[in-house]
């Protein structure tokens, strides 16, 4: 039957989504030091030395998961941990063709229930504790193996190992009153069976892939000041590597505080922080808390354990200029930090700059959209987005602003330069990015966006109204390409640019006394989409493609 089943199993590609209400939801993992310190909870210090083996699309943060008994935290998993959001009549079973752990084939060979391991993911780190506590923490242990390979050689196995200043490492994760592992075979529907729970109907069968899993149980060890811990968590197929299992190890469940410091150019800064989850589940993100900062100071509290990202705004009244910031002095949501909670390991403080244009002539204004065809309403006004006008060359915000309720904004005091505009709104990419330069006094009109399900897209030409500005035709064959590209147009062009989707020059061409039509070779360049600039005019998609 084992083999039979094999024949039939999809390797799907990993997607991390989002999910809504009963569902878990699950996010890529960014920064894994700052989740296992989160899983520590009351310790908060101590974690070094952080490792993955295996790769890392097996493991992820999943929130959501209080039907299981497990609230939000780590997932480790022998094939995708994606899959798991599938009904429980559905196959989470991929052969990674990633290679077994030393330990679980050690066990094996110790105890006779298989030595064999396949598709090995370990987290690894070393621990000194702050304070002597009992350290725990509780998990579940899921399986696509049960029930059909209940007491059989496809006994999939998960260790906690916790070794003290370099002595033997000791599993943690056994059988509630045992020193035997949590497997396949030590917890099923014959064996230790109140501690398992059938998957095949219930509340958690719509959308838990694995065909059972256990009851939330507990790992603890005592933790003694003054000694090192070395832990290893790892989880493995045994006997063949298909028919995933997983595991999920609950964070520290409290309520937090966001606290620190804010300045603006050195001084105690005044205006408002937001706090926004980090994992979403609906199109724009939205606050879930809002405070005020007095005297450079702010407390964001009650906050459950979670990653979050932090945005401040300065008083626009007191500091002027000063552009928004978030955790910790990125000018972008793509920089930005996440914050976890009960743990973070970075300093709180943030420093915003006052921008030195106020005295120019220019502008650049537009109106942004947003879908929301899942409402039967296309294309809406979207208020608040941040709107960030960039140096072309330098990167550097030279301005800003907030759209209004229609949706429109404006950017003010803009010196001639060359340009590129960001909307900056949580968690949605670029898919488009706008280009273009602003003469002394300019006044460039519709520079539009609109906000889509799959990110944000240009949304019309911008034009110069102060002057008579006539757009440069040209054009680029073939398109896609992969080796010689043409560009034809009706000026002589200077200049010819290469530019990644976000703005990030790639190269330069600069066609010989000027031209109507050039050539280049673009078979070094990426598989991948790209923007093609001329000159001043807006820029053009190049797709490449490779044989």
């Not at 932090?310 to 910790?328: C, Q, S």
């Not at 300019?442 to 889509?452: F, N, S, T, V």
């Amino acid at each position: 039957m084992k083999q039979l089943k094999t024949t039939f199993v999809i390797a799907l590609l990993l997607t991390y989504s989002n999910y809504s209400n009963s569902q878990l939801i699950y996010s890529g993992v960014s920064d894994l030091e700052v989740l296992i310190t989160n899983i520590f909870g009351v310790q908060c210090q101590g974690i070094t030395n952080v490792g993955l083996q295996g790769t890392q699309n097996q493991i992820a943060r999943f929130e959501n998961g209080s039907s299981l008994g497990v609230n939000s935290g780590l997932v480790l998993s022998t094939g995708y941990p994606n899959l798991s959001s599938a009904p429980s009549t559905s196959f989470a079973s991929v052969n990674m063709n990633m290679p077994g752990d030393y330990d679980i084939i050690q066990y094996g060979n110790i105890t006779g229930q298989g030595a064999y391991s396949y598709d090995a993911v370990s987290v690894q780190f070393d621990f000194t504790p702050i304070i002597t506590d009992t350290i725990r923490f509780n998990y579940i242990f899921a399986s696509e193996e049960y029930p059909e390979y209940s007491n059989t050689q496809y006994t999939d196995r998960f260790l906690f190992l916790v070794s003290e200043n370099g002595g033997v490492p000791v599993n943690i994760a056994n059988v509630p009153g045992t020193t035997v592992p949590v497997e396949i075979n030590s917890i099923n529907q014959f064996v230790n069976s109140q501690y398992y729970v059938d998957n095949s109907t219930g509340m958690n069968s719509t959308n838990f892939v694995f065909d059972a899993y256990t009851v939330p149980l507990e790992a603890k060890f005592f933790a003694q000041v003054g000694n090192t811990y070395h832990i290893k968590l790892v989880i493995s197929d045994v006997s063949d590597g298909v028919y995933d299992s997983a595991i999920f190890l609950d964070e520290q469940e409290a309520n937090n505080d966001i606290s620190g410091s804010l300045t603006v150019n050195g001084q105690p800064a005044e205006g408002v922080l937001e706090v926004f989850n980090f994992v979403q589940d609906t199109l724009v993100a939205t606050p879930v808390e809002t405070v005020n900062v007095t005297n450079g100071s702010y407390v964001a509290d009650s906050l459950p354990t979670g990653l979050y990202h932090v945005r401040f705004t300065p008083d626009p009244v007191l500091f002027p200029g000063a552009v928004p910031l978030y955790f910790a002095t990125s000018s972008t949501w793509t920089g930005a930090d996440a914050i976890g909670l009960p743990c973070f390991l970075n300093s709180a403080n943030i420093n915003a700059d006052t921008l030195d244009v106020l005295s120019a002539s220019g502008s650049v204004s537009g109106t942004i959209v947003v879908d929301t065809s899942y409402l039967k309403s296309l294309n809406v006004p979207f208020e608040g987005a941040l709107m960030l006008l960039k140096n072309a060359q330098t990167h550097e915000t030279r301005g800003f602003a907030y759209t209004a309720s229609d949706g429109t904004y404006t950017i003010n005091h803009v010196e001639a330069g060359s340009y590129y505009l960001l909307v900056d709104v949580p968690y949605i990419p670029h898919t488009d990015t706008l280009f273009f330069d602003v003469p002394a006094g300019g006044i460039l009109m519709d520079a539009d966006y609109a906000i889509l399900t799959e990110g944000i897209t240009i949304n019309g030409t911008p034009y110069l109204g102060l002057e008579e500005y006539k757009e440069m035709q040209w054009s680029i064959a073939p398109n896609p390409a992969d080796k010689i590209v043409e560009i034809t147009s009706d000026k002589e062009v200077k200049l010819i640019q290469i530019l990644t989707i976000d703005g990030a020059v790639v190269t330069e061409i600069y066609p010989s006394g000027g031209g109507f039509k050039t050539s280049f070779d673009i078979s070094n360049l990426k598989q991948g989409v790209y923007l093609v600039r001329m000159d001043q005019s807006a820029p053009k998609r190049l797709v490449v493609t490779k044989q």
